[in-house]
């Protein structure tokens, strides 16, 4: 049973290095195919043509132009392993500083966005299937639609100009107030900026959850065990509290684990909106200025967060469900 | 008058109404690509008002204008590139279903690739490896949809395989192809048609997601993306029509493609109408 429970993790780790190391070379690749000059994007063809040819020459080494693919990727990989993910291109930093930043700035978002939205979209669904057919689950099965119909980052926009620009309670932007020493900035400060992306995020993962807590609420009431609990008189809250919890948490949890890509790319739109200094607006300029270190590792770090969402989900699973556990039809 | 229909009329009506809204804005918003680009300064930053309902932007264009063309945009290239990605989960599903073990994996492993990237950060990357533009985002959409829509089919062709009347059409003597096309097609039919219209609404947010960011259309394009992404810029200074109503047009047509796949979904499986 134990014994068999590690045969299973062990594979799925075996398989999470692959599909990492796959995504490498599939980002690496799609980076090498690129048509796009990245000394015409990042210098400029002014200052390109009043440049000397050891100059041109010098910056085409800086940017990688003109070396073998294969080495390149061979080279790179033998420093990633090391530790060593380059020097970003476009802030020149190395890029496990650049990312070190960014990645707290977009954790503190996310996992925010994550809870908050796991708790309400849960509770949402909870009720919406304990009620099913009456105005409030028409009400959250529309409100899912809806949100699942909108952009991310045009609700990102409707808000900043809700409580940015008309209310002007909340920031518009940045994740510290401007012109403030690196040693003033407060937590209060850090949250006070975070609060509209992180509201954003949120209010888009609900509909996920929600509906698909609804469906296994709608389950439980029709079983005969709550029909029974009925029959003794239990209703309402208590018999939602003895029979409907446990039932509906714990398939809730292992979905909201699968859900990390969503939150991943919705903090990619947000930030960008915001302006926020994170992972998902550092991808986004290290696209648009062809910094591939940045963008490999930063390619890597998400597939990584999602592909550990998806094997805590698959084990979780398994220690829930002894029917999968046995049958292994996970 | 909907109280004389039955559950299948209202459900037809439904898709129908919704497939006509949808038609019209696209064709409307294809006559009218001259019309969005005309700029007239002697009407820049006006509000909205009778004469132009979604106001005027900073060059003085009609934004209502701008907002049919910005969608009609998005709503073919979203649709066209859905249509492709669908096509390539029909291939794959029943490839994986049919082709014995190696195959299976093979293509199980590459949803799993797709699926562990992010969407938004793959649609970058393969909009940066085409070199942006219309081709980027146009492969982008159409080369990272198919997935979920690969299992599901898959799923289902293995379970067809083992259902009693395809082990005896087999036993009859019938050949691969034909039991392939005389028996499963048809049975998949329903579900990949549900799943195409399904997937329209996601290329299409994810196509103007990815303008948005700046790797989709170019600038000089009216796409939906575009003139969100614009609008930004100017929000700051209090013009809040400019985002407001784009993007609610753009929320309306998604949630119509929505309306539209789940009465399609009710008509071609009647069964789950009672779940």
């Known amino acids: 049973m134990e014994k068999r429970l590690g045969i299973q993790i062990r594979n799925k780790v075996i398989r999470m290095v692959l599909l990492v190391l796959t995504t490498s070379m599939l980002t690496f690749i799609l980076m090498k195919a690129s048509p796009i000059d990245p000394l015409q994007a990042n210098v400029g063809q002014a200052a ?20 073998s693919p294969v080495k390149q990727y061979v080279s790179w990989a033998a420093d990633f392993i090391r ?5 970003s291109l476009l802030y020149r930093q190395p890029v496990a500083d650049v990312i070190a ?37 028409r009400l959250v099965k529309g409100y899912c639609l809806l949100i699942s119909s909108t952009p991310t980052f045009w609700l990102a926009l409707l808000l900043l100009m809700v409580f940015g620009v008309w209310l002007k309670i909340l920031p518009v932007g940045l994740s510290v107030p401007i012109g403030v020493e690196a040693a003033g900035v407060t937590f209060f400060d850090r949250v006070y900026h975070a609060v509209l992306p992180a509201l954003t995020l949120s209010i888009t993962g609900v509909s996920n959850i929600a509906l698909h807590t609804r469906e296994k609420m709608i389950g439980i009431m029709e079983s005969e065990y709550v029909l029974f609990a009925r029959a003794r008189g239990e209703k309402g809250l208590v018999l939602f509290w003895h029979h409907g919890l446990r039932n509906a948490l714990l398939p809730a949890i292992t979905l909201h684990f699968a859900a990390v890509s969503e939150i991943f790319g919705g903090s990619v739109l947000v930030e960008q909106v915001f302006s926020y200094p994170g992972l998902g607006q550092a991808a986004v300029s290290a696209g648009l200025g062809s910094d591939m270190p940045l963008l490999m590792a930063i390619t890597i770090i998400s597939a990584l967060f999602v592909f550990g969402g998806n094997m805590i989900a698959d084990i979780l699973y398994g220690i829930v469900d002894p029917r999968i556990r046995k049958g292994g039809a996970a | 008058m909907m109280r004389h229909l039955n559950g299948r009329q ?3 009506l439904g898709l129908i109404v919704s497939a006509v809204i949808l038609l019209t804005v696209c064709i409307g918003g294809a006559f009218c690509g001259d019309a969005a680009r005309v700029t007239d300064f002697s009407r820049k930053n006006l509000e909205p008002c009778l004469r132009y309902p979604f106001g005027t932007d900073w060059l003085g264009r009609d934004m209502l204008v701008r907002t049919l063309k910005g969608i009609s945009l998005s709503v073919l290239l979203g649709m066209a590139a859905a ?16 082709l014995g073990k190696t195959v299976d994996a093979v ?44 299992r599901l089919i898959r799923a289902e062709v293995m379970q067809l395989k083992e259902s009693p009347y395809i082990q005896i059409a087999g036993k009859l003597g019938k050949s691969r192809w034909y039991i392939a096309g005389k028996h499963m097609l048809p049975h998949l039919m329903p579900q990949f048609l549900t799943g195409l219209v399904l997937l329209f609404p996601h290329a299409i947010l ?17 796409a939906i993306g575009i003139i969100l992404s614009e609008s930004m810029k100017y929000l700051v200074t209090g013009k809040w029509w400019l985002a407001l109503f784009p993007g609610t047009a753009l929320v309306l047509v998604v949630v119509l493609f929505y309306v539209a796949g789940e009465n399609l979904r009710k008509l071609t499986d009647p069964g789950s109408v009672h779940k």
């Open chain 1, 48 to 67: 390109l043509g009043s440049m000397s040819h050891e100059q041109v020459e010098k910056l085409e080494e800086y940017w990688g132009v003109g070396e």
């Open chain 1, 83 to 87: 530790g060593d993910m380059g020097t």
């Open chain 1, 101 to 137: 930043v960014k990645l707290a700035n977009s954790l503190f978002l996310m996992v925010t966005a994550w809870i908050l939205s796991g708790i309400l979209g849960f509770f949402l669904g909870v009720i919406s299937g304990m009620n099913r057919g009456r105005w409030i689950d």
């Open chain 2, 10 to 12: 209202r459900v037809l």
């Open chain 2, 83 to 98: 249509a492709v990605s669908a096509f390539i989960a029909l291939a794959l599903g029943i490839a994986a279903a049919t």
């Open chain 2, 107 to 150: 293509i199980s492993f590459v949803i799993d690739l797709l699926m562990g990237i992010p969407h938004i950060l793959l649609l970058i990357l393969i909009s940066v490896a085409l070199g942006k533009g219309f081709r980027g985002v146009a492969w982008g959409v159409a080369l990272t949809h198919w997935p979920s829509l690969a």
């Open chain 2, 206 to 222: 994810h196509e103007s997601s990815v303008t948005f960011l700046g790797f989709g259309l170019s600038s000089e394009q009216p």
